[in-house]
């Protein structure tokens, strides 16, 4: 049985740079983040959660852009593995939709809130016991170093936002990627200064942010961004 690479050193995993390292560094940070979450409410629940966000989505859009390929290419039970992980992938990006469009006194808010963390345990748990081990057995130090650089490029370009009708394979999630991590990049922008700024000022920086998510909206719709799913996880 693999070993999980969450109980290996930093050299077995290919050194640092490796795209293991990079991912367990990750998950790390992500569970230091539910642990902070857990028993906030308010702002203080909303400002994590915006700092989850930003980690899982640019994160996970750079697995399935430039891993999960690489893992259905050399695994012979690799689109099984990686579609496992896209459903969950697809479930968070819903959660976290219908979180941002139901608001905090949802009446489903908690129940969402709960299952996203759930979702996302489970996402670590799949990735660092089955998929990454199994990576791992096939590829050499060098190669997954090399992996990691080409992770860590498009993960600085990806989107950080749930973008749920998006495909999570390519072509359509390579296609899209780009125009929504502008769209955005650019909102997390607007909505950091909607926060600094006095009150009177804070509806024109909201209006702008919710613009930029309309346009974001088109994007994630069109024809080109959907393709490349099979079931179950196309929208």
Do not use: C, K, Y
Not at 79 to 85: C, I, Q
Not at 174 to 183: I, K, V
């Amino acid at each position: 049985m693999p070993r999980s690479i969450a109980d290996q050193t930093d050299e077995e995993l290919g050194g640092p740079g490796s795209v293991l390292v990079r991912q367990r560094d990750d998950h790390v940070r992500l569970d230091r983040l539910l642990q902070e979450l857990d028993g906030t409410t308010g702002r203080a629940q909303e400002d994590v959660l915006t700092r989850i966000d930003r980690l899982v989505f640019s994160h996970a859009f750079a697995e399935e852009t430039v891993l999960w390929p690489v893992i259905r290419r050399v695994l012979p039970d690799g689109d099984e593995l990686t579609r496992r992980v896209e459903t969950e992938h697809q479930e968070v990006n819903e959660l976290v939709a219908a979180l941002e469009e139901g608001g905090p006194d949802h009446p489903q808010g908690q129940a969402r809130l709960a299952r996203l963390v759930e979702v996302l345990q489970e996402d670590v748990r799949d990735e660092e016991d089955v998929l990454f081990p199994r990576l791992q057995e096939r590829l050499d130090a060098a190669e997954l170093r090399r992996l990691g650089r080409q992770w860590q490029l498009v993960r600085r370009i990806s989107p950080t936002r749930p973008h749920p009708t998006v495909s999570r394979r390519p072509p359509g999630n390579a296609l899209s990627g780009l125009p929504l991590s502008l769209l955005d990049r650019s909102r997390d922008l607007v909505d950091a200064v909607v926060r600094r700024v006095p009150a009177p000022l804070a509806p024109a920086g909201t209006a702008v942010s919710r613009g930029l998510a309309a346009v974001a909206a088109v994007v994630e719709r069109t024809p080109p961004a959907r393709r490349g799913d099979g079931p179950p996880t196309s929208r």
